[in-house]
């Protein structure tokens, strides 16, 4: 029997990718740090077309789209302007089983893979094992072995780092994670507002720009999900009891033109950096890294969790058949192989991709904001081109090196 991988981190990205090897027939024995509950909160919702046929490999995906927000269309607006940009997900018919976009809770994903991992015979999810310590991320390494806090000693033919940002793995592999942080912070709110009443034509995802910079309004199943752009050092309540933030106060009011939206409460506030990072490497010996344990970018678009996502499914595709057949390195062209082709899909296409969106939504002059608009709306109105810019926004670029 083939030997269980290890995954460190029981958060989306290490349940997809423990799901996704054992849909391989490898076992998979997740770590998890604390006795994780499932907490309420709207930061990630976004699911894109690759995303959603990859996670109907492991029955995951007709939920979302069952009770999901499905998006047809992508709007970009201004705050002040009257030009808008429409982009149909009807040009991606026949390129994708799923020609449209999911907003669908990260936590109700979250809960969904633990469920589908809690039921799987080759998932063993242990919950409150911190892991402390690593043996065999150096090259030519034969197995690797991860030490808990207790001193438990784990052995496995690979361990897998999808422990988030501040991945302890990564850091005790000795990877460099170089980049940057935004100067500016991101505000994220929750509300039962009924925009829709009150904008017109409003779809349910919305990218605006405007004077104080960008608003994006995602429509989730619960909620309409606010997230605008602060700056550094703000110290204005950020939870609702000192009244509404007051940079996400001016961009409601031109948005809804009115102090209308105020009768309605301001729920889960989350005032958090973003970053544009990537590890210098994806592979260390026996340790491979996925999700925000290997890169972080914008929020903005909702690129960050689907490369995750799509990380876990490239790494089982490529490990699983290898770690089955034995011999041959047990899989170190195929690791090596993942590594490379993950890395690449950060670095030439999401990176680029994040910066390119986030530029354009915190440009603040309206001159700019103006041609950007402009343009986005001639791209829309090319059949060509259109297609092109959205099937790039829906990440079906990032997914090629997907293997099966």
Same mark, same amino acid.
């Given at each position: 029997?083939?030997?269980?991988?290890?995954?460190?981190?029981?958060?989306?990205?290490?349940?997809?990718?423990?799901?996704?090897?054992?849909?391989?027939?490898?076992?998979?024995?997740?770590?998890?740090?604390?006795?994780?509950?499932?907490?309420?909160?709207?930061?990630?919702?976004?699911?894109?077309?690759?995303?959603?046929?990859?996670?109907?490999?492991?029955?995951?995906? *007709?939920?979302?789209?069952?009770?999901?927000?499905?998006?047809?269309?992508?709007?970009?607006?201004?705050?002040?302007?009257?030009?808008?940009?429409?982009? *149909?997900?009807?040009?991606?018919?026949?390129?994708?089983?799923?020609?449209?976009?999911?907003?669908?809770?990260?936590?109700?994903?979250?809960?969904?893979?633990?469920?589908?991992?809690?039921?799987?015979?080759?998932?063993?999810?242990?919950?409150?094992?911190?892991?402390?310590?690593?043996?065999?991320?150096?090259?030519?390494?034969?197995?690797?072995?991860?030490?808990?806090?207790?001193?438990?000693?784990?052995?496995?033919?690979?361990?897998?780092?999808?422990?988030?940002?501040?991945?302890?793995?990564?850091?005790?592999?000795?990877?460099?994670?170089?980049?940057?942080?935004?100067? *500016?912070?991101?505000?994220?709110?929750?509300?039962?507002?009924?925009?829709?009443?009150?904008?017109?034509?409003?779809?349910?995802?919305?990218?605006?720009?405007?004077?104080?910079?960008?608003?994006?309004?995602?429509?989730?199943?619960?909620?309409?999900?606010?997230?605008?752009?602060?700056?550094?050092?703000?110290?204005?309540?950020?939870?609702?009891?000192?009244?509404?933030?007051?940079?996400?106060? !001016?961009?409601?009011?031109?948005?809804?033109?009115?102090?209308?939206?105020?009768?309605?409460?301001?729920?889960?506030?989350?005032?958090?950096? *973003?970053?544009?990072?990537?590890?210098?490497?994806?592979?260390?010996?026996?340790?491979?890294?996925?999700?925000?344990?290997?890169?972080?970018?914008?929020?903005?678009?909702?690129?960050?969790?689907?490369?995750?996502?799509?990380?876990?499914?490239?790494?089982?595709?490529?490990?699983?058949?290898?770690?089955?057949?034995?011999?041959?390195?047990?899989?170190?062209?195929? !690791?090596?192989?993942?590594?490379?082709?993950?890395?690449?899909?950060?670095?030439?296409?999401?990176?680029?991709?994040?910066?390119?969106?986030?530029?354009?939504?915190?440009?603040?002059?309206?001159?700019?904001?103006?041609?950007?608009?402009?343009?986005?709306?001639?791209?829309?109105?090319?059949?060509?081109?259109?297609?092109?810019?959205?099937?790039?926004?829906?990440?079906?670029?990032?997914?090629?090196?997907?293997?099966?």
């Amino acid at each position: 029997m083939t030997e269980p991988v290890i995954v460190v981190g029981a958060g989306p990205v290490g349940l997809a990718a423990a799901l996704a090897l054992a849909a391989e027939r490898v076992p998979a024995v997740v770590l998890e740090a604390e006795r994780a509950g499932v907490r309420k909160e709207w930061r990630g919702s976004t699911l894109h077309p690759p995303t959603l046929a990859l996670l109907d490999r492991i029955g995951a995906a *007709s939920d979302a789209v069952a009770h999901g927000v499905r998006v047809d269309r992508l709007q970009f607006r201004d705050l002040q302007l009257p030009d808008r940009a429409t982009f *149909s997900y009807g040009v991606l018919e026949g390129r994708t089983p799923f020609p449209f976009r999911v907003q669908y809770e990260q936590y109700k994903l979250l809960r969904l893979l633990r469920e589908l991992a809690e039921a799987s015979p080759d998932v063993d999810l242990r919950q409150e094992h911190r892991v402390t310590g690593l043996t065999g991320a150096d090259e030519g390494a034969a197995a690797a072995v991860v030490t808990l806090a207790d001193g438990t000693r784990l052995t496995a033919p690979y361990v897998v780092a999808a422990d988030g940002a501040h991945s302890v793995l990564r850091k005790l592999a000795g990877i460099g994670f170089p980049g940057d942080t935004y100067p *500016s912070q991101s505000l994220v709110a929750a509300t039962p507002f009924p925009f829709e009443t009150v904008v017109d034509d409003l779809g349910p995802v919305s990218y605006w720009s405007g004077p104080n910079g960008r608003l994006s309004l995602i429509r989730t199943p619960d909620v309409w999900r606010v997230a605008v752009s602060t700056t550094a050092g703000v110290t204005a309540s950020a939870d609702g009891t000192g009244g509404p933030h007051p940079e996400l106060a !001016a961009a409601l009011d031109l948005l809804v033109g009115d102090r209308s939206w105020a009768g309605s409460p301001l729920q889960q506030h989350q005032l958090y950096r *973003s970053h544009q990072r990537v590890a210098d490497r994806f592979r260390a010996g026996r340790l491979l890294l996925a999700g925000d344990a290997a890169h972080l970018s914008s929020t903005t678009g909702g690129m960050g969790l689907n490369s995750g996502v799509h990380d876990a499914f490239d790494l089982a595709a490529r490990l699983g058949p290898a770690l089955r057949a034995g011999g041959d390195g047990d899989g170190d062209a195929e !690791a090596d192989a993942y590594a490379s082709a993950r890395r690449d899909a950060a670095v030439r296409i999401v990176q680029p991709a994040t910066r390119t969106v986030r530029a354009g939504v915190d440009a603040t002059g309206r001159d700019a904001r103006l041609a950007r608009l402009r343009d986005l709306a001639a791209t829309a109105a090319d059949p060509v081109a259109g297609t092109r810019h959205l099937s790039a926004l829906s990440m079906l670029d990032a997914v090629e090196g997907v293997s099966r």
